[in-house]
């Protein structure tokens, strides 16, 4: 599948809490987002 960059602005707090989740879950905070907002696509989706 081909990539594409999505550029977005979020609120400073935000940024740090999805950095600290990424970093939990021990991936990057692109593919955090990534997995959020296709996990929220499929759930509208359906």
Known sequence: MAR?????RVDADLKKQLQK??????RTLSNL??????????????
Request: glycine fraction near 4%; avoid cysteine; charge should be positive.
């Open 21 to 26: 989740l990424a970093k939990r879950e021990n």
């Open 4 to 8: 594409e960059y999505l550029n977005v």
């Open 33 to 46: 987002v990534e997995t959020v907002l296709g996990n929220y696509a499929k759930r509208k989706s359906s």
